[in-house]
Nanobody
Framework: QEQLVESGGGLVQAGGSLRLSCVAS????????MGWFRQAPGQEGEFVAS????????YYADSVKGRFTISRDTTKNALYLQMNGLKAKDTAVYYC?????????????????WGQGTQVTVSS
């Protein structure tokens, strides 16, 4: 069964950094787009970033451009999100996702597989 498991969340002060990781249980995802979404309390989920299966194309929400960097290591079936310059409004549960569209996936319906999420809390 395909699984995605996130880690790396936690509590950090505004301006600090965190690195989220997501490990896939099967190598199938190496040919998929992978991405990160987040959901803050009382708000709808939102796209954060995604990366193509070939690792050469990435997409970012305007709210995180210049601060967050998505990357993946297909040899380890792993996806990462380096988050710098964190702000209180970045506080949310962050979800790793995978979808069979090889590139250009930025909408939640384009991702069929989801992790359980990891909490990121930024104190101001």
């Amino acid at each position: 069964q395909e699984q995605l498991v996130e880690s790396g969340g936690g509590l950090v002060q505004a301006g600090g950094s965190l690195r989220l990781s997501c490990v896939a249980s099967v190598p199938t995802f190496s040919s998929y787009s992978m991405g990160w979404f987040r959901q803050a309390p009382g708000q709808e989920g939102e796209f954060v970033a995604s990366i193509s299966w070939s690792c050469d194309i990435s997409y970012y929400a305007d709210s995180v451009k210049g601060r967050f960097t998505i990357s993946r290591d297909t040899t380890k079936n792993a996806l990462y999100l380096q988050m710098n310059g964190l702000k209180a409004k970045d506080t949310a549960v962050y979800y790793c996702a995978a979808g069979s569209k090889p590139t250009g996936a930025t909408y939640y319906w384009e991702f069929a597989y989801w992790g359980q999420g990891t909490q990121v809390t930024v104190s101001s």
